[in-house]
């Protein structure tokens, strides 16, 4: 009877680290960055450009001015949310890049270019 307690009781205990364990690797990748850079067709960085970046499912819209060096950095993004990025400057725009949820990276990198010297 000591014996049967003993492996209910363990068995018990590791279904309860295994559950203890799923859990935590599903809440460990919840955000992710996107970062990049701003550059003109010729590869020049960008400074000064402001970098949208569009949260698809709230609509909401966060933005980042790049330095002298182009660099832009969204940190802190959710995993199950696509966004949409693009750059402005003077009037002249970069496509439009989405970061798709499937992107499974915990730091995406997308770089986008603007066309100036229309």
């Known amino acids: 009877m000591k014996k049967t307690w003993v492996v209910v ?5 590791l279904l309860a680290l295994s559950a203890g364990l799923a859990a935590a690797t ?7 960055s996107l970062s990049g850079s701003v550059t003109d067709r010729g590869g020049t960085p960008v ?3 402001i ?15 790049t330095g002298n060096d182009g660099a ?6 959710s995993t199950n949310v696509d966004y ?15 970061l798709s949820s499937f992107d499974s990276r915990p730091q995406a990198i ?8 229309r």
């Open 47 to 49: 400074g000064n450009a």
């Open 84 to 98: 949409e990025v693009y750059a402005q400057i003077d009037g002249h725009r970069s496509d439009t890049k989405t």
């Open 72 to 77: 832009f950095r969204f940190p802190a993004l």
């Open 9 to 13: 009781l363990s068995a018990v205990l």
């Open 110 to 117: 997308i770089n986008l270019k603007i066309d100036t010297s």
């Open 26 to 32: 599903k809440n460990a990748a919840v955000s992710r």
């Open 51 to 65: 970098v949208y970046l569009k949260d698809t499912k709230t609509l909401a819209v966060k933005s980042y001015i």
